[in-house]
């Protein structure tokens, strides 16, 4: 009986090891596919930009100094942090931590 069961748990790990010169699993391949979910969630709000904000976003500068700059032109923190894909929370340290001045020789 032992020698059948060992002999099924080796089949078993063979047929999981097989993968196609693709490199995907043909248990993998063969499975179905759950559909989607469609939720009542809102649309993405879009964030409407003006050319100034534009201009800052286009800029070489840091994050920190695009950060201060959109938010110099009346954006909100949740715009800023969404418009540059960081989190908010990034947003308010560059926004309340003071520009270091730089070092004089």
Not at 86 to 93: A, F, G, L, T
């Amino acid at each position: 009986m032992a020698k059948n069961s060992n002999l099924a748990i080796a089949q078993k790990t063979n047929d999981v090891a097989q993968t196609s010169e693709e490199g995907f699993n043909e248990a993998e391949a063969n499975a179905t596919v759950a559909p989607a979910v469609l939720t009542d969630a809102p649309a993405p709000k879009t964030i409407e930009v003006t050319t100034a904000q534009r201009q800052i976003l286009e800029s070489s500068g840091n994050k920190s100094n695009k950060i201060r700059g959109l938010l110099a032109t009346g954006m909100k923190r949740t715009e800023v942090a969404k418009l540059l894909g960081i989190r908010y929370q990034h947003v308010r340290n560059v926004e309340l931590t003071p520009i270091k001045k730089a070092a004089t020789a």
